[in-house]
DNA sequence: GCAATTATTGTTAGCGCTCTCATTATTGAT
DNA sequence: ATCAATAATGAGAGCGCTAACAATAATTGC
């Protein structure tokens, strides 16, 4: 079936003054019983709302936003939302923001600086009321451009530096850590990472760090580091067991910088008669929602990207009503100790 | 650490005006070196770059959509960015029309129809220029609003009814019905399907109604069917299998609506050491990457939400540029043979 | 009962841009 | 050289709304 082209029209063509005429009052009277309606005699309230109703009237964001100097929107930039923590991050950013009537706009960076950069850029020309950024590393121009944006800016996923402004993550740093130490703990001796790109994934890069630090501190060798390329696919957690093995054959524990790569090596290790844990120890990080049901289950470390997502968008509302508040928040991660390692 | 508060500024103050004085020039030639490059000499032009550059001038949209009337945003509704099959959608969705300089504007329905239509309302102020729905099952004025907002729209991950106006998406009822083909060919008697709540998931109500009818065409009782409360967690497989098993202890075959509550029956099958598929086959929904590395691999129906995405937003630009189009477009499915089923 | 509030509505200006059209500069054909 | 095109710029108007102020009506206090 073929349908005809129409013409892009906008709205319906209704507009403030058509409501005010046909209920008699003024466009401002109308604009009140919209925006302020305690300002108005109820008579005229519903006077006016009944005009809206029969002429479905909907007020145009854009004139709106151009007069009153207010979008009534936020701008969120994650490297991509085929990723689960991330999307659930989103998802909770939305449910705080639309119960304001904030809309989001969203923007991928895909794991790049100069992107982000370009999206900070076009997502400005919309004048959001807030900006909410994954991760502390961003272009110099990216990061003068929300400094000078004059809105709140919440950086997420990431307390390991100093913010622009606000913060709302984990330590990276401390979670690689606490991985590393249970590893050693139990005895491991050649430990291993896989992780993303660390120019591309700076958290993946810090959970690395924590690890190594750990590791070299208990006397062993420096942990053997894979980056796969961005954005890594769940498959890519078989590639990543493959070269840590050809790198170093007795490596006796993995972490991996997500849980869906360290499920896939885990099932892989399965297969292919690797003993997990004796053999080798896998550790995950995110705790996604498999990770408890395979066998042996996935050890890993517990984030809260839901209350990350609500908390940072809570921040950008105080932060609208002029509240002072702490700058960096810090939410904690738990070291899910299950039975891969 | 505390931080003062700042007054919501808007833009840095530097207008299309400032930007024409610094240049030599009125300010609608500023106006054509950002929209019409190719009606300006190239010495004016650069000449206008450079004051744009100097004054970090960032236009304004809601005052460029307001003249122009055109946003640049596409509306996008899905139930949730919580799973990753509508995440992984939104995201081509997304990867196309930035290409196009246009922002995506996301709603999130969870399910609810009265949600849906609250979202469609408060979006339509935003004057987007093209709406991506999921489904073909809205309120009656929210289906009244979309038809008479004079833009595009497309409806997604359903082909089985009459769209408002454009359509790409799989048939859910031939999905189901492939299903059901095959658990009859490999003579499943007790079949059973595990999916949302038929009233706020109409594409899992037109999977299972495909399973039913070849199930019972094949002479066998009706499907046991169970529903899940919205939204579902991966966990709930699980309680779905727990209920299919009350329900009709001799239960062969199960088709779950989403793999991942198809993976994590399969996984506590195998914890309960229930022989899976040869006492009890498991069919998935979506093909997600841990379903063909789990033992034995998930059976599944393979759909394409990258595929379906690009394509949606592919349409909404077509429309835009008044080409002419199919009304609805067929992705094919592809039941995908493994070990569980 | 009359000025002083206070509630309710209307009027006047823009917000910052892009239309449309008018003007001037440039080029080409005769 | 002369007129008609064409190219490049500018001027004026207005998109649909809200902020600020002005005007009127209803209320209050003494």
Chains 1, 2 share one sequence.
Not at 164 to 188: E, K, P, Q, T
Not at 271 to 295: E, K, M, N, W
Request: include cysteine; aromatic fraction near 4%.
């Amino acid at each position: 079936m073929m349908r005809m082209t129409r013409t892009g029209a906008n709205g319906n063509g209704v507009t403030m003054g058509k409501v005010a005429e046909l209920a008699g009052v003024s466009p401002q009277t109308v604009s009140r019983v919209l925006g302020h309606p305690e300002l108005v005699t109820e008579v005229t309230r519903l006077k006016v709302q009944a005009a809206i109703d029969q002429l479905n009237y909907i007020p145009n964001g854009a004139a709106r936003n151009l007069a009153s100097n207010s979008s009534r929107m936020v701008a969120v930039i994650i490297p991509t939302l085929a990723s689960s923590a991330y999307s659930a991050h989103v998802n909770n950013v939305m449910a705080l923001l639309d119960e304001r009537g904030i809309s989001v706009l969203i923007g991928n960076s895909e794991y790049s600086m100069q992107r982000e950069e370009q999206l900070v850029q076009s997502l400005l020309e919309r004048r959001p009321q807030g900006f909410i950024m994954t991760g502390l590393q961003h272009t110099q121009r990216a990061s003068d451009l929300l400094r000078s944006s004059g809105v709140p800016v919440v950086e997420t996923w990431d307390t390991d530096a100093a913010p622009i402004d606000l913060c709302v993550g984990f330590s990276n740093i401390n979670a690689g850590a606490d991985v590393g130490r249970l590893m050693v703990a139990r005895g491991a001796k050649k430990i291993a990472f896989v992780g993303g790109n660390r120019d591309q994934d700076s958290r993946s890069d810090r959970r690395f760090r924590g690890l190594q630090s750990v590791v070299e501190a208990a006397g062993l060798a420096a942990p053997v580091r894979v980056e796969l390329p961005m954005p890594m696919r769940t498959t890519d957690g078989i590639t990543g067991l493959d070269q840590v093995l050809e790198l170093e054959p007795m490596t006796d524990a993995i972490l991996f910088s997500a849980d869906n790569l360290a499920l896939a090596a885990l099932l892989e290790c399965r297969r292919r008669g690797i003993d997990v844990p004796h053999q080798l120890a896998i550790c995950g990080f995110g705790d996604y929602d498999l990770s408890a049901l395979v066998t042996p289950s996935l050890t890993t470390v517990r984030i809260q990207p839901e209350v990350m997502g609500r908390r940072a968008a809570a921040m950008i509302l105080a932060s609208l009503e002029g509240q002072v508040q702490e700058s960096t928040v810090t939410l904690e991660h738990q070291l899910i100790r299950r039975g891969s390692c």
